[in-house]
């Protein structure tokens, strides 16, 4: 695309086919290529140097001795297709991999080469007021400790809560000796003193300045004044997208910390808006087809709030009775199940006794049957098999599923339940995502599609181009598999993500 070339002939990418054959196993070619040819290609390090500072280009080196590395990489890259291509038939995986993975790829080359602008005033303000926020929860925590100490040390960290605060008597240490203060555990001594949610609150804020507010600015590419983020398609075991350079899946979009970020992806100019489409709650959607349930499929069916209709059945009340407590309860066992969380987890997220938890647990399976029958269905037929798939036949291998350690493979069971949701999910925004260009193409739409988050797509839109691309994506996304239940799709627009969104 740089260079004004655009490759339109029919793919086959080894590295994609060997991760759909073999998803939980490394997939570069020098890896393949020593697995099933027997043979070690030239290392690059070889032509180019080690990875550093003094590493040299490619330009740099002798054309003869490219040319020999360059042959090598196509011969090797055609020896291993047509090792695949065979097998990609035997697992049921052609399909999928000629129909979804192979199409995506001109989808996302286009998406990193349109990249996202970013305004970086709006940044430097944001980071401005977060070290602001910063040294006021400092002295805060000073306040509620009795005295000062360091608060990014986890040792100095662990020595005031557990021994100079006494904050729980049977305390997790880790392999040096050290006091556990990962998030996990400050999360369980939330209710014990109010110095543990300044510093999980501290820890966030100093994250999302590390991470985004401070360093995103150093990624924008100085020749677009854009960021260009990699997409990767071969990195989760479920299918969904992954980015990095920078990782943009990762932003905290839901948290209102995330507001700040989110303020600062912009469209492009003047003429043109930032718009997003995201999926309405397509997990739940995605389980109640598998699990036929029809209590769940009702409400879906009839654009029930599909919380307050949850609250209603497991507290036994009519709709209007539901109340904004009870609904919330509701929506985090809704999430939760089916992530197959526990009656202690549950019991944790919602600050309530576990037996209480339990009961909820037991209301919502006494709720929605069919529910707690497909997770059954899916443990037992991943202990068969070993593995689980998705709708569009994704296979996600699962070797922990017959471990005699009970943790081990309580694990897998939860992989079992969930990965083939989560893997339907990352299939149909895949869909929807070949759609949508095909759909811009055929049109001569100069609006571009620049992210892809979780269940969201953004777009930089033209705005005389606004109502036709809202028609597009909507048509594209809600069209993009024929489940039970409709798949339904909210949109937003904004002159940045923020407002979008």
């Known amino acids: ?56 280009s490619m330009r740099e080196v002798p054309v003869k001795d490219v040319c020999e590395y360059a042959a090598e990489d196509a011969d090797v890259t055609w020896q291993l297709m047509e090792h695949f291509r065979p097998l990609l038939a035997e697992h049921g995986v052609e399909q999928l991999f000629h129909d979804i993975e192979m199409p995506l790829v001109p989808v996302l080359a286009e998406m990193e080469e349109a990249g996202v602008t970013l305004d970086t005033e709006a940044l430097r303000q944001s980071s401005d007021e977060l070290n602001a926020t910063l040294r006021s929860l400092e002295e805060e925590i000073y306040t ?81 004044g854009k960021i260009h983020t990699s997409f990767n398609q071969t990195v989760t075991s479920t299918g969904r997208l992954s980015s990095s350079n920078p990782n943009l899946q990762n932003i905290p979009v839901r948290e209102e910390l995330g507001r700040e970020i989110r303020k600062a992806f912009t469209a492009d100019d003047a003429e043109s808006v930032f718009f997003s489409a995201d999926y309405s709650q397509i997990e739940l959607r995605i389980m109640a087809h598998f699990s036929g349930d029809e209590h769940m499929t009702d409400a879906f069916r ?50 309530i006794p576990r037996a209480e938890a339990r009961e909820l647990i037991d209301g919502y399976f006494a709720s929605y049957p069919r529910i707690k029958a497909y997770m059954d269905e899916s443990i037992r037929t991943a202990a068969e098999r070993g593995y689980v798939e998705t709708l569009f036949g994704r296979r996600m291998f699962l070797p922990d599923i017959r471990s005699r350690n009970a943790v081990v493979r309580g694990y897998a069971e939860r992989g079992a339940i969930n990965a083939p949701i989560q893997g339907t999910a990352a299939d149909i925004i895949k869909i929807a995502m070949i759609g949508i260009r095909r759909r811009f193409r055929q049109e001569h739409l100069r609006s571009r599609m620049i992210l892809q988050v979780h269940d969201e797509l953004n777009f930089n839109v033209r705005k005389e181009e606004l109502d036709v691309v809202r028609r597009i994506v909507r048509e594209e996304m809600e069209g993009a598999a024929k489940l039970s239940v409709p798949l339904t799709v909210d949109c937003g627009v904004g002159r940045n993500w923020l407002e979008a969104h």
């Open 144 to 224: 509620l400790a009795g005295m000062e100490f360091n608060i990014n040390s986890s040792r100095q960290v662990g020595t005031v809560l557990f021994e100079h605060l006494r904050l729980e008597e049977k305390v997790k240490k880790t392999k040096t000796g050290l006091y556990s203060t990962g998030e996990e555990v400050l999360e369980k001594l939330r209710s014990k003193h109010p110095i543990v949610d300044k510093l999980l609150d501290y820890r966030r804020v100093k994250k999302l300045l590390s991470t985004y507010i401070d360093a995103l600015p150093e990624r924008v590419d100085p020749a677009t």
């Open 302 to 351: 009839h654009g029930t709030d599909i919380h307050a209709a949850t609250a209603a059945k497991i507290f036994g009340v009519t709709p209007e009775e539901v109340t904004s407590d009870m609904r919330r309860r509701a929506k985090t066992a809704n999430f939760g199940i089916i992530y197959g969380i526990s009656a202690f987890g549950l019991a944790e997220r919602l600050a």
């Open 1 to 56: 695309i740089k260079y004004g070339i655009r490759v339109d002939g029919p793919l086959f990418d080894t590295m994609i086919a060997h991760y759909l054959l073999y998803p939980e196993l490394r997939h570069n070619m020098d890896y393949l290529s020593a697995t099933y040819l027997r043979y070690r290609p030239i290392a690059i390090e070889s032509l180019i140097g080690p990875r550093g500072k003094g590493q040299r």
